[in-house]
Protein backbone atom coordinates (compact mmCIF):
# COMPACT_ATOMS: atom_id res chain seq x y z
CA UNK A 1 0.00 0.00 0.00
CA UNK A 2 1.47 3.37 -0.35
CA UNK A 3 1.86 5.44 2.00
CA UNK A 4 -0.65 8.32 3.43
CA UNK A 5 0.30 11.84 2.35
CA UNK A 6 -2.51 13.93 3.19
CA UNK A 7 -3.88 13.79 6.58
CA UNK A 8 -6.38 14.70 9.35
CA UNK A 9 -5.46 17.93 10.61
CA UNK A 10 -3.92 17.86 14.16
CA UNK A 11 -6.63 20.48 15.10
CA UNK A 12 -9.68 17.87 14.04
CA UNK A 13 -8.05 15.09 15.90
CA UNK A 14 -8.37 17.01 18.84
CA UNK A 15 -11.69 18.63 18.12
CA UNK A 16 -12.92 14.68 16.90
CA UNK A 17 -11.59 13.20 20.21
CA UNK A 18 -13.20 16.38 22.59
CA UNK A 19 -16.34 15.39 20.76
CA UNK A 20 -16.45 18.93 19.09
CA UNK A 21 -16.63 17.16 15.71
CA UNK A 22 -20.34 17.37 13.62
CA UNK A 23 -21.33 13.88 12.67
CA UNK A 24 -20.59 13.20 8.88
CA UNK A 25 -16.73 14.63 9.86
CA UNK A 26 -16.53 12.41 12.83
CA UNK A 27 -16.79 9.70 10.76
CA UNK A 28 -14.22 10.33 8.09
CA UNK A 29 -12.21 11.40 10.67
CA UNK A 30 -12.87 7.61 12.45
CA UNK A 31 -12.21 5.70 9.53
CA UNK A 32 -8.92 7.78 8.52
CA UNK A 33 -7.76 7.12 12.06
CA UNK A 34 -8.41 3.27 11.41
CA UNK A 35 -5.73 3.43 8.27
CA UNK A 36 -3.60 5.87 9.39
CA UNK A 37 -1.02 5.11 11.95
CA UNK A 38 0.24 8.64 12.12
CA UNK A 39 -3.15 9.65 13.36
CA UNK A 40 -3.86 7.16 15.47
CA UNK A 41 -0.73 8.28 17.21
CA UNK A 42 -2.05 11.95 17.55
CA UNK A 43 -5.86 10.46 18.96
CA UNK A 44 -3.60 8.94 21.30
CA UNK A 45 -2.00 12.03 22.28
CA UNK A 46 -4.83 14.32 22.31
CA UNK A 47 -6.41 11.85 24.10
CA UNK A 48 -3.84 11.81 27.27
CA UNK A 49 -4.34 15.51 27.37
CA UNK A 50 -8.60 14.65 27.96
CA UNK A 51 -7.12 12.28 31.06
CA UNK A 52 -4.99 14.92 32.55
CA UNK A 53 -7.75 16.96 32.61
CA UNK A 54 -9.80 14.23 33.84
CA UNK A 55 -7.28 13.57 36.65
CA UNK A 56 -6.92 17.10 37.59
CA UNK A 57 -10.88 17.74 37.36
CA UNK A 58 -12.54 18.73 41.14
CA UNK A 59 -14.21 16.00 42.96
CA UNK A 60 -17.86 16.09 43.17
CA UNK A 61 -19.07 13.23 45.64
CA UNK A 62 -21.75 10.62 44.19
CA UNK A 63 -24.44 9.44 45.65
CA UNK A 64 -24.07 7.12 48.27
CA UNK A 65 -25.81 4.14 47.04
CA UNK A 66 -24.31 4.18 43.37
CA UNK A 67 -21.01 2.12 44.06
CA UNK A 68 -23.19 -0.95 45.42
CA UNK A 69 -25.76 -1.19 42.59
CA UNK A 70 -22.66 -0.81 40.38
CA UNK A 71 -20.89 -4.02 42.36
CA UNK A 72 -24.14 -5.73 41.77
CA UNK A 73 -24.44 -5.14 38.14
CA UNK A 74 -20.87 -6.63 37.25
CA UNK A 75 -22.65 -10.02 36.69
CA UNK A 76 -25.49 -8.81 34.61
CA UNK A 77 -25.17 -10.71 31.06
CA UNK A 78 -24.26 -7.67 28.67
CA UNK A 79 -27.34 -7.25 25.92
CA UNK A 80 -24.96 -8.20 23.07
CA UNK A 81 -23.86 -5.61 20.76
CA UNK A 82 -23.12 -6.37 17.04
CA UNK A 83 -19.98 -5.92 15.71
CA UNK A 84 -18.87 -4.50 12.71
CA UNK A 85 -15.61 -5.22 11.47
CA UNK A 86 -13.44 -3.48 8.67
CA UNK A 87 -14.37 -5.22 5.64
CA UNK A 88 -12.55 -5.18 1.45
CA UNK A 89 -11.50 -1.92 1.48
CA UNK A 90 -14.37 -0.39 4.59
CA UNK A 91 -12.72 0.13 7.56
CA UNK A 92 -15.28 -0.33 10.37
CA UNK A 93 -16.25 2.83 11.27
CA UNK A 94 -18.10 2.41 7.75
CA UNK A 95 -19.19 -1.17 7.96
CA UNK A 96 -20.83 -0.04 11.35
CA UNK A 97 -22.41 2.50 8.87
CA UNK A 98 -23.83 0.11 6.74
CA UNK A 99 -25.01 -2.20 9.37
CA UNK A 100 -22.83 -4.72 8.08
CA UNK A 101 -24.10 -4.71 4.46
CA UNK A 102 -22.71 -3.93 1.06
CA UNK A 103 -23.26 -0.36 -0.34
CA UNK A 104 -26.57 0.34 -2.25
CA UNK A 105 -25.24 2.39 -5.32
CA UNK A 106 -27.79 4.97 -6.97
CA UNK A 107 -26.43 6.42 -10.60
CA UNK A 108 -25.62 9.60 -10.82
CA UNK A 109 -25.21 9.18 -14.70
CA UNK A 110 -21.47 8.99 -16.53
CA UNK A 111 -20.85 5.78 -14.02
CA UNK A 112 -20.31 7.44 -11.24
CA UNK A 113 -22.79 6.10 -8.19
CA UNK A 114 -23.11 7.30 -4.53
CA UNK A 115 -24.40 5.27 -1.86
CA UNK A 116 -25.68 7.68 1.05
CA UNK A 117 -25.17 6.32 4.32
CA UNK A 118 -26.64 9.29 6.86
CA UNK A 119 -27.83 12.58 6.35
CA UNK A 120 -28.76 14.75 9.31
CA UNK A 121 -29.82 18.49 9.11
CA UNK A 122 -27.98 19.89 6.00
CA UNK A 123 -24.55 17.39 6.53
CA UNK A 124 -24.52 13.97 4.90
CA UNK A 125 -21.93 10.73 4.39
CA UNK A 126 -22.00 9.25 1.65
CA UNK A 127 -19.21 6.35 -0.71
CA UNK A 128 -18.81 7.78 -4.42
CA UNK A 129 -18.00 5.49 -7.16
CA UNK A 130 -15.94 7.03 -9.81
CA UNK A 131 -14.61 4.93 -12.56
CA UNK A 132 -11.18 5.19 -13.53
CA UNK A 133 -10.77 8.01 -15.60
CA UNK A 134 -13.90 9.74 -15.00
CA UNK A 135 -14.45 13.23 -13.98
CA UNK A 136 -16.93 14.56 -11.28
CA UNK A 137 -18.16 17.54 -12.31
CA UNK A 138 -17.07 20.82 -11.28
CA UNK A 139 -18.10 22.08 -7.40
CA UNK A 140 -17.70 24.14 -4.96
CA UNK A 141 -18.57 24.01 -1.45
CA UNK A 142 -20.68 26.30 0.79
CA UNK A 143 -19.67 24.25 3.55
CA UNK A 144 -16.87 21.99 4.67
CA UNK A 145 -16.45 18.93 2.59
CA UNK A 146 -13.73 15.83 3.55
CA UNK A 147 -13.04 13.37 0.88
CA UNK A 148 -10.99 9.89 2.16
CA UNK A 149 -9.93 7.37 -0.49
CA UNK A 150 -11.07 4.06 0.04
CA UNK A 151 -10.23 2.72 -3.05
CA UNK A 152 -8.17 3.62 -6.28
CA UNK A 153 -6.67 7.02 -6.27
CA UNK A 154 -7.94 11.11 -7.63
CA UNK A 155 -6.38 13.65 -8.87
CA UNK A 156 -7.76 17.27 -8.66
CA UNK A 157 -6.37 20.77 -8.95
CA UNK A 158 -4.51 20.07 -5.57
CA UNK A 159 -3.14 17.26 -6.02
CA UNK A 160 -3.29 13.09 -5.79
CA UNK A 161 -4.96 11.24 -3.46
CA UNK A 162 -4.86 7.56 -2.61
CA UNK A 163 -5.80 5.18 0.06
CA UNK A 164 -6.26 6.31 3.35
CA UNK A 165 -5.52 10.28 1.79
CA UNK A 166 -8.35 12.49 2.72
CA UNK A 167 -8.73 15.87 0.94
CA UNK A 168 -10.12 18.78 2.77
CA UNK A 169 -12.44 20.92 0.96
CA UNK A 170 -14.22 24.39 1.94
CA UNK A 171 -15.86 27.41 0.84
CA UNK A 172 -12.31 28.40 -1.29
CA UNK A 173 -12.00 25.07 -3.28
CA UNK A 174 -13.48 24.73 -6.85
CA UNK A 175 -12.16 22.02 -8.05
CA UNK A 176 -12.49 18.93 -10.79
CA UNK A 177 -11.19 15.65 -8.97
CA UNK A 178 -10.73 13.14 -11.88
CA UNK A 179 -10.32 9.04 -11.01
CA UNK A 180 -6.99 8.32 -11.84
CA UNK A 181 -6.59 4.96 -14.64
CA UNK A 182 -6.24 2.00 -12.25
CA UNK A 183 -9.40 0.39 -10.21
CA UNK A 184 -12.54 2.55 -9.84
CA UNK A 185 -12.17 5.68 -7.37
CA UNK A 186 -13.95 4.96 -3.79
CA UNK A 187 -14.22 7.24 -1.43
CA UNK A 188 -16.38 8.18 1.94
CA UNK A 189 -17.44 12.04 1.35
CA UNK A 190 -18.73 14.26 4.23
CA UNK A 191 -20.07 17.52 4.28
CA UNK A 192 -22.15 19.82 6.62
CA UNK A 193 -24.03 21.71 3.39
CA UNK A 194 -25.17 20.47 0.12
CA UNK A 195 -22.41 20.62 -2.35
CA UNK A 196 -22.90 23.63 -5.35
CA UNK A 197 -22.60 22.06 -8.61
CA UNK A 198 -21.05 25.16 -10.95
CA UNK A 199 -22.35 24.36 -14.53
CA UNK A 200 -26.24 24.74 -14.56
CA UNK A 201 -27.53 21.54 -15.53
CA UNK A 202 -25.81 19.61 -12.58
CA UNK A 203 -27.64 22.58 -10.17
CA UNK A 204 -31.16 21.49 -11.36
CA UNK A 205 -30.41 18.11 -10.43
CA UNK A 206 -28.64 18.32 -7.19
CA UNK A 207 -32.03 18.41 -5.18
CA UNK A 208 -32.65 15.35 -6.97
CA UNK A 209 -29.36 13.36 -6.23
CA UNK A 210 -29.10 14.79 -3.02
CA UNK A 211 -25.55 15.97 -3.96
CA UNK B 1 15.84 17.00 35.36
CA UNK B 2 15.01 15.12 38.92
CA UNK B 3 14.85 11.20 38.69
CA UNK B 4 11.36 10.33 39.26
CA UNK B 5 9.75 6.82 40.23
CA UNK B 6 9.88 4.54 38.41
CA UNK B 7 6.71 3.30 38.35
CA UNK B 8 3.67 3.18 36.76
CA UNK B 9 0.63 5.07 37.32
CA UNK B 10 -1.64 3.65 39.85
CA UNK B 11 -5.10 4.12 38.19
CA UNK B 12 -3.61 2.12 35.09
CA UNK B 13 -2.45 -0.54 37.46
CA UNK B 14 -5.74 -1.58 38.59
CA UNK B 15 -7.03 -1.23 35.29
CA UNK B 16 -4.36 -3.98 34.16
CA UNK B 17 -5.75 -5.78 37.17
CA UNK B 18 -9.26 -5.14 36.15
CA UNK B 19 -8.28 -6.29 32.67
CA UNK B 20 -6.78 -9.45 32.99
CA UNK B 21 -8.09 -10.66 36.47
CA UNK B 22 -11.42 -9.42 36.78
CA UNK B 23 -10.04 -7.96 40.19
CA UNK B 24 -13.23 -6.49 41.65
CA UNK B 25 -11.21 -4.66 44.30
CA UNK B 26 -9.33 -2.95 41.65
CA UNK B 27 -12.19 -2.09 40.50
CA UNK B 28 -13.38 -0.51 43.67
CA UNK B 29 -10.08 1.46 43.83
CA UNK B 30 -11.06 2.32 40.33
CA UNK B 31 -14.31 3.88 40.82
CA UNK B 32 -13.34 5.68 44.27
CA UNK B 33 -10.51 7.44 42.40
CA UNK B 34 -12.62 7.99 38.88
CA UNK B 35 -16.18 8.40 39.75
CA UNK B 36 -16.27 11.80 41.64
CA UNK B 37 -13.54 13.66 39.12
CA UNK B 38 -16.18 12.20 36.41
CA UNK B 39 -18.63 13.80 38.03
CA UNK B 40 -16.87 17.13 38.32
CA UNK B 41 -15.61 16.86 35.43
CA UNK B 42 -18.93 15.93 33.59
CA UNK B 43 -20.90 18.90 35.01
CA UNK B 44 -18.32 21.64 34.08
CA UNK B 45 -19.98 22.44 30.91
CA UNK B 46 -23.44 22.15 32.56
CA UNK B 47 -24.66 18.58 33.05
CA UNK B 48 -27.00 18.43 35.63
CA UNK B 49 -26.54 16.45 38.58
CA UNK B 50 -28.45 13.21 37.97
CA UNK B 51 -27.75 12.67 34.42
CA UNK B 52 -23.91 13.49 35.48
CA UNK B 53 -24.58 10.40 37.55
CA UNK B 54 -26.08 7.70 35.51
CA UNK B 55 -23.14 8.80 32.85
CA UNK B 56 -20.91 8.19 35.86
CA UNK B 57 -22.24 4.84 36.05
CA UNK B 58 -22.67 3.68 32.61
CA UNK B 59 -19.09 4.83 32.34
CA UNK B 60 -17.79 2.63 35.05
CA UNK B 61 -19.88 0.18 33.96
CA UNK B 62 -18.01 -0.01 30.23
CA UNK B 63 -14.59 0.21 31.73
CA UNK B 64 -15.49 -2.78 33.81
CA UNK B 65 -17.06 -4.01 30.29
CA UNK B 66 -14.46 -3.37 28.32
CA UNK B 67 -11.33 -3.85 29.93
CA UNK B 68 -9.57 -6.23 26.91
CA UNK B 69 -9.50 -3.21 24.99
CA UNK B 70 -7.37 -1.53 26.95
CA UNK B 71 -4.05 -1.10 26.31
CA UNK B 72 -1.02 0.39 28.37
CA UNK B 73 1.46 0.22 25.66
CA UNK B 74 -0.69 3.25 24.24
CA UNK B 75 -2.13 4.99 26.85
CA UNK B 76 -2.98 5.90 30.60
CA UNK B 77 -6.21 4.87 32.48
CA UNK B 78 -7.37 8.06 32.36
CA UNK B 79 -6.88 8.79 28.81
CA UNK B 80 -9.10 5.53 27.91
CA UNK B 81 -11.70 6.47 30.59
CA UNK B 82 -11.56 10.45 29.24
CA UNK B 83 -12.60 8.90 25.99
CA UNK B 84 -15.19 6.43 27.01
CA UNK B 85 -17.04 9.57 29.34
CA UNK B 86 -16.68 12.32 26.43
CA UNK B 87 -18.50 9.49 23.79
CA UNK B 88 -20.75 8.88 26.32
CA UNK B 89 -22.06 12.05 26.82
CA UNK B 90 -22.58 12.84 23.63
CA UNK B 91 -24.28 9.80 22.67
CA UNK B 92 -26.67 11.01 24.84
CA UNK B 93 -26.59 14.81 24.02
CA UNK B 94 -26.71 14.53 20.37
CA UNK B 95 -28.62 11.32 20.55
CA UNK B 96 -26.55 9.86 18.33
CA UNK B 97 -23.89 6.94 17.91
CA UNK B 98 -20.10 8.55 17.80
CA UNK B 99 -18.15 6.01 15.16
CA UNK B 100 -14.92 4.90 16.35
CA UNK B 101 -11.78 3.59 15.38
CA UNK B 102 -11.03 0.54 14.67
CA UNK B 103 -7.98 -0.59 16.74
CA UNK B 104 -4.72 -0.78 14.56
CA UNK B 105 -3.07 -4.18 14.54
CA UNK B 106 -0.85 -5.03 17.15
CA UNK B 107 2.29 -5.51 16.44
CA UNK B 108 3.49 -9.40 15.75
CA UNK B 109 4.11 -11.11 19.11
CA UNK B 110 2.48 -8.65 21.72
CA UNK B 111 4.39 -9.39 24.52
CA UNK B 112 3.69 -6.51 27.30
CA UNK B 113 6.86 -3.87 27.10
CA UNK B 114 7.52 -2.59 30.77
CA UNK B 115 9.61 -0.25 29.73
CA UNK B 116 7.01 1.52 26.79
CA UNK B 117 4.04 1.34 29.41
CA UNK B 118 6.85 3.44 31.71
CA UNK B 119 7.42 5.34 29.03
CA UNK B 120 4.06 6.61 27.91
CA UNK B 121 3.55 6.97 31.03
CA UNK B 122 6.21 8.99 32.27
CA UNK B 123 5.55 11.68 28.69
CA UNK B 124 2.02 11.88 30.58
CA UNK B 125 3.21 12.52 33.81
CA UNK B 126 5.17 15.62 32.07
CA UNK B 127 1.97 16.53 29.78
CA UNK B 128 0.22 17.47 32.91
CA UNK B 129 3.13 18.54 34.81
CA UNK B 130 2.52 21.40 31.24
CA UNK B 131 -1.39 21.65 31.64
CA UNK B 132 -0.42 22.93 35.39
CA UNK B 133 1.90 25.21 34.44
CA UNK B 134 -0.06 27.12 32.05
CA UNK B 135 -1.53 30.66 32.71
CA UNK B 136 -4.86 30.44 33.85
CA UNK B 137 -6.84 31.55 31.04
CA UNK B 138 -4.99 28.90 28.84
CA UNK B 139 -5.39 26.51 31.40
CA UNK B 140 -9.28 27.33 30.62
CA UNK B 141 -9.51 27.16 27.22
CA UNK B 142 -7.83 23.88 26.99
CA UNK B 143 -10.02 22.51 29.68
CA UNK B 144 -13.08 24.13 27.71
CA UNK B 145 -11.40 22.64 24.14
CA UNK B 146 -11.54 19.13 25.90
CA UNK B 147 -14.97 19.27 27.76
CA UNK B 148 -16.51 20.06 24.56
CA UNK B 149 -17.32 23.54 24.64
CA UNK B 150 -15.00 25.17 21.34
CA UNK B 151 -15.07 24.25 17.84
CA UNK B 152 -12.49 22.90 15.99
CA UNK B 153 -11.38 26.66 14.95
CA UNK B 154 -10.82 27.79 17.88
CA UNK B 155 -8.51 25.02 19.13
CA UNK B 156 -5.18 26.06 17.78
CA UNK B 157 -2.94 23.54 18.14
CA UNK B 158 -0.20 22.67 15.41
CA UNK B 159 0.31 19.37 13.39
CA UNK B 160 3.84 17.70 11.84
CA UNK B 161 4.45 14.53 13.30
CA UNK B 162 7.73 12.39 12.55
CA UNK B 163 7.99 9.15 11.54
CA UNK B 164 8.45 5.89 13.53
CA UNK B 165 6.70 3.08 14.84
CA UNK B 166 2.88 3.39 16.29
CA UNK B 167 3.75 3.80 19.52
CA UNK B 168 7.02 5.78 19.48
CA UNK B 169 5.05 7.98 17.67
CA UNK B 170 2.42 7.88 20.80
CA UNK B 171 5.14 8.99 23.13
CA UNK B 172 6.28 11.74 20.25
CA UNK B 173 2.94 12.55 19.87
CA UNK B 174 3.12 13.49 23.90
CA UNK B 175 6.00 15.37 23.90
CA UNK B 176 5.30 17.52 21.36
CA UNK B 177 2.17 18.17 22.77
CA UNK B 178 3.68 19.12 25.73
CA UNK B 179 6.30 21.44 23.88
CA UNK B 180 3.45 23.06 22.45
CA UNK B 181 1.77 23.50 25.96
CA UNK B 182 4.67 25.21 27.38
CA UNK B 183 5.70 27.20 24.40
CA UNK B 184 2.18 28.47 25.31
CA UNK B 185 3.43 29.95 28.84
Not at chain 1, 149 to 177: A, C, K, M, W, Y
Not at chain 2, 15 to 42: C, H, M, N, Q, T
Not at chain 2, 63 to 70: G, I, L, N, T
Not at chain 2, 80 to 87: D, G
Amino acid sequence: MNAITHHIPDTMIAAYVSGNLPHPFAMVVAAHISLCAECSASLGAHQAVGGALLERSDNVAVSSGMKTDLMAMLDTPIRSEPIFDAKGIFPSPVMEALKGKPPRWKTLGMGVKQSILTEVGGGSVRLIYIPAGQAVPDHSHSGLELTLVLQGSFSDETGRFGVGDVEIGDENLEHTPIADAGDACICLAATDAPLQFSSFLPRLLQPIFRI
Amino acid sequence: MPQKKQETSQPTVWLVLVRDLRDRAAFSELFDYFAPRLKGFLMRNGTGSAQAEEIVQDVMLTVWRKASMFDPHRAQASAWIYQIARNRQIDIIRKENRPVPEELAQDPGSEPDASQILAIDQEAEHLKTAIEQLQPDQKDMIQKAYLGDLTHKEISIQTGLPLGTVKSRIRLGLRRLRKELEGLR
